[in-house]
């Protein structure tokens, strides 16, 4: 009788030990997928929310008085638009959502507002990502909440800044600080209207530095590297969304790393004590087969190969349930990024791996047990 053929026997006269240890298996690799597959979705969450909090680099003119930019909210000097492409050519700097503006205070409609151009976002890695600011087409302009209010401007107004023609693109909500008195248009347009061709006074990103690790400030290390690419201009950080974002990811990596070594020891010890009770129960059919003639490793397959039928089909249906279940709860959580959650299809081509190997590893133990049973002996006891 080949060993396929035995333990297909073994399947069909023992299925609710076979059903024991398939649970087992299907648990851990449906617990491991459902919280890989959730964890990266929390990660993309928390990576927009913190975004949406603003960018957090922001490089300004040398020569800006600091007490005025913090009064002001932006630098009454200006630097050349190329530093632009020269500081996102630059290899060492990790960012993105990289943008430049040009803003000055101006009096229009006998109302003081915040002329702003914004420049497209420009991406270092290549990738398209939801751009962080506006981007606004020429001779479009978007309006803040104050102005909309004060002067009933609406969509597809036509306004008249400076001697330039623009059409409202855009009316936008009511935010409680001075963008409520802002007017938004395109980085050239607006250089157009104040005659700064080829200036601007601000470039913010976006940027990632590991703050919570090492000695080193990576902010005076951001510094150094600045004055060798741009040396007319001086780089601020906002600290507080930097480091909010490195320690929820910290959090994160933690929470991982402790919550699933446990789920995989429970697992492997429920699984172990399935195949030590299936050993304990057949001593009597295994001494027969030994005395039959059946050698070693024959016997030590009929567990092993067992183990690894369990892994194979544990995980197939633990894939599809724990995808199943990340899929169905994270819409509800994680409501920013849900429309990014998608099936994690590379956890199956490991889970077809590590599963079989797992299950076959926590039943190493009763296999060897079974092996060394002396036939003689298994049938005096009986």
Known sequence: MSTFHLIFKELIHRKLNFLFGLLAVVTAVALFVAFFTTSEASKRETIRLTRD?????????KETDMDQFWTKGFSEYTMPEEYVLRFAAHKDFSFAHLTATLQKLVIWQ????????????????GKKKTPMSFTIQPGSVYVGFELTKELGIKPDDQLDIFEKKFTVAKTLAETGNDDDIRLYAQLHDVQGILGLQGK?????????????????????????????VLPQAKVIMNKTIAVARERQRVMFEKYFAFIMPFVVVVCAVW??????????????????????????????????????LLGLLGAVLGFGIGTTLALSISPDIFK???????????????????????????????????????????????
């Open 200 to 228: 601007i006074n601000e470039i913010k990103a976006l940027n990632c530095l590991c703050l919570t690790s090492g000695e080193d400030d990576p902010l005076l290390i951001l510094r150094e590297q600045l004055k060798r």
């Open 271 to 308: 699984i172990a004590a399935i195949a030590m009770m299936n050993v304990s129960e057949r001593k009597h059919e295994i001494g027969i087969l030994r005395a039959l003639g059946y050698g070693t490793g024959k016997i030590a397959m009929l567990f092993l190969g067992k183990a690894i």
């Open 110 to 125: 006998d109302r003081k507002v915040i002329l702003t151009g914004i420049s497209p976002e420009l991406e270092p890695s």
């Open 336 to 382: 920013v990024t849900a429309s990014l959650i998608k099936p994690i299809y590379g956890l199956l081509g490991w889970s077809l791996v590590a599963a079989p190997a797992f299950a076959a590893v926590s039943s190493f133990i009763p296999a060897m047990i079974a092996i060394t049973q002396e036939p003689a002996q298994t049938l005096r006891e009986e």
């Open 53 to 61: 909090m603003g960018f957090n680099l922001r490089i300004i003119p």
